[in-house]
């Protein structure tokens, strides 16, 4: 099993310590570090700057948000930290949710899935550097000749020699199409809530995408990077207890009431019920009385929590499910040093 530090997106200001996180993480035997976005911070600004002092260390995003940038501007981004860390890039994108895309990017939301398609193959082209890259599909056409265009358009190659032509591209899904197409198209998959207890739900969504003519892997050389709170305790109720808020932020509070994917998730792992509560109540303004409605189960379900055996135990029924690496929020260096000395011995 490895592991990745997963930093996130910033708060109100750039959270402290970082730094010294980092090269504990490399130090201790971590594999990666991941950033994310969401209308604040950049995913791919904090990778260089604290990627600067790593050496080994894999540099990835999680996630990029699609809409955010044209595809061959995240492939300039990708190329560029490529090169300057010398071939640890990996790319994690997804298309986040309608209230971002269209009230923070404003751009349209529809078709997610046929634009993530066409995102992969153009930043593909960018990386392979065959050739001017070109698109026909609607939602990026290269060169462009619609409406507003002067028509002087024209297919470029990128100035830059790319490192690598094979980033590996990992892709945010949830749904059942949306996981089958990563599967398909993708070099690995960042699910969200993925857990032991939930891995049957998605076998067959995977399978349907490795089993597609042209699929780039096999379930065998296909990662799977899922995110979670891992936290050696003997107190593990105090320690379930802090987590409830989260779980009830993303089950009410994330994306619309009519188009909440996270919610979608947990109402396909059978909490359809306690989500609407939750949900209902969050959007009211009344958060405590959503969180004390999150089940001890639901977050023993979707975290690592308990003593050195329980944590050790857990952690191989997570890589027997197909997880490759965790994707770890620790809060300390004297964290990611505790973790890294139970998980990777």
Not at 159 to 171: C, E, F, G, Q, S
Not at 312 to 322: L, M
């Amino acid at each position: 099993m490895k592991l990745g530090l997963q930093l996130g997106y910033w708060g109100a200001r750039p959270p402290e310590g970082v730094a010294e996180m980092v090269a504990e993480a490399e130090r201790c035997g971590f594999d990666a570090v991941f950033t994310a976005e969401a209308w604040g911070s950049d995913a791919f600004t904090p990778l260089a700057w604290w990627g600067k002092d790593t050496e080994r260390l894999r540099l990835g995003t999680s996630i990029v948000q699609m809409s955010g940038r044209t595809p061959t501007s995240i492939a300039m981004h990708t190329l560029t930290l490529d090169h300057l860390s010398n071939g640890r890039v990996i790319l994690g994108m997804g298309v986040s949710g309608p209230q971002v895309v269209e009230g923070w990017y404003g751009q349209p939301f529809s078709k997610p899935l046929a634009r993530t398609r066409e995102v992969v193959d153009i930043i593909r082209q960018v990386l392979a550097r065959q050739g001017p890259v070109t698109n026909d599909g609607p939602h990026y056409p290269l060169p462009f000749h619609g409406e507003g265009s002067v028509g002087l358009g024209k297919p470029l190659k990128p100035i830059t020699h790319p490192l690598r032509a094979d980033v590996p591209i990992w892709l945010g899904a949830e749904g059942p199409k949306n996981v089958a197409q990563t599967a398909e198209i993708a070099d690995g998959w960042l699910p969200i809530f993925y857990s032991p207890a939930s891995a049957d739900m998605y076998r067959p969504w995977l399978a349907e995408g490795f089993a597609r003519e042209g699929a780039r892997h096999t379930p065998e050389t296909f990662e799977i990077a899922a995110t979670c709170h891992l936290e050696v305790t003997d107190d593990r109720p105090r320690a379930l207890e802090a987590m409830k808020p989260f779980a009830a932020l993303y089950m009410g509070g994330m994306g619309a009431k009519e188009a909440n994917f996270h919610k979608q998730v947990f109402e396909r792992m059978g909490y359809a019920d306690t989500a609407d509560r939750v949900q209902e109540l969050y959007l009211d303004g009344r958060k405590d009385e959503a969180t004390a409605l999150i089940p001890d189960e639901l977050v023993d379900d979707i975290h690592i929590i308990g003593d050195a055996a329980l944590v050790k135990d857990r952690v191989q029924q997570w890589e027997d499910a197909g997880v490759t690496t965790l994707l770890l929020s620790c809060r300390s260096a004297d964290e990611i040093r505790q973790v890294a000395e139970v998980v990777l011995g």
